[in-house]
């Protein structure tokens, strides 16, 4: 991650973090890297030194989001109970993607 560390400023994980809040409050069609970079107090064009575009910003954002929703582990449940963790991946998922606006 060196090369986040050279901006001094913002990580990649600042520039991630902030695009979720405003997406969260603002939704993806006001989203926009001006927003993002008057949010940090940043040129917009220097979010693209965390990331290429804005589609790959969003894609990050969206790892985010499926992350949240803890795939439960094959120790947790024995291996004839398939229904029932796939019912709390499932559940877990859509409560991740309903937490968030858009």
């Given at each position: ?52 575009d804005k ?48």
């Amino acid at each position: 991650m060196a090369r986040a560390q050279a901006t001094g400023r913002h990580t990649r994980d600042d520039v991630a973090r902030t695009a979720l809040r405003i997406l969260d409050e603002h939704g993806l069609p006001d989203f926009t890297m001006r927003r993002l970079g008057a949010a940090l107090d940043v040129q917009p064009s220097a979010l693209y030194w965390h990331f290429p575009d804005k589609q790959s910003l969003l894609a990050e954002v969206a790892d985010r989001i499926v992350a949240e929703a803890a795939t439960p582990t094959d120790d947790e449940h024995p291996p004839g109970e398939w229904r029932g963790r796939v019912r709390r991946t499932a559940g877990a998922l859509r409560a991740a993607l309903l937490a968030h606006r858009d």
